[in-house]
């Protein structure tokens, strides 16, 4: 089945018996995990082999920046992809595009609308739906960030070791993570008691 006869409103016929305008808009793209820029190359290598790149005008994997902070309390700077296993493009939808972006190595199909088969148990065909101009702003805002998102590899539950301050070599359980202040609230018992205390990440470590 080709995408043409899933009767997309970009390649339907006006009354007239003129082709509707065709214009480019952003799809998401599943892919395998872990393959979006091995994607991401192998498709912008296609678009200029197979000559369908004033159809195919962008291919994004959208990033934000992120501090990861490790056990010795450094700070690694680094990217993170805001949606794991997709990839956007950016095309005038026909059935030579789609043919080329469905049949690039590690591509699983476009988000879309699934449609029944006329027969047969098995899935249908996916048709393609762009995404709205909505949700394009607030993927591309994400990425656009200015403040790195902090990640540390402590959630709540975990025991840690205070490395330093007042309360260095105590014990406890964190209560609490908050990334965006570079900081967690755990419980350490003081005199017997559990009580909440504010520390920064370079402050713990968590332990196995």
Not at 61 to 86: A, C, L, M, N, W
Request: with cysteine.
């Amino acid at each position: 089945m080709t995408f043409a006869q899933d009767q997309s409103p970009e390649l339907q016929q006006s009354e007239q018996g003129q082709e509707a305008p065709k214009t480019a808009r952003w799809y998401a793209v599943q892919v395998a995990s872990g393959c979006e820029k091995r994607v991401k190359t192998n498709l912008e290598q296609r678009i200029h082999t197979l000559d369908v790149a004033d159809r195919i005008l962008q291919v994004q994997i959208p990033k934000t920046p992120t501090i990861k902070v490790r056990k010795d309390g450094s700070r690694q700077h680094g990217e993170e992809k805001v949606f794991p296993g997709y990839v956007l493009v950016r095309m005038i939808m026909d059935d030579d595009a789609w043919q080329v972006v469905k049949n690039t190595p590690h591509v699983i199909n476009f988000v879309g609308a699934e449609q029944s088969r006329g027969t047969g148990r098995g899935r249908g065909h996916v048709r393609p739906v762009p995404l709205s101009p909505g949700e394009i702003e607030r993927i591309f805002k994400q990425s656009e960030v200015q403040e790195p998102v902090v990640k540390i590899d402590t959630m709540v539950g975990d025991k840690i070791m205070v490395l330093s301050g007042p309360f260095k070599d105590f014990e406890g359980e964190v209560v609490e993570v908050s990334p965006e202040r570079g900081k967690l609230r755990a419980l350490l018992s003081i005199f017997g008691r559990d009580t909440p205390v504010e520390l920064e990440f370079n402050q713990i470590e968590k332990l196995n």
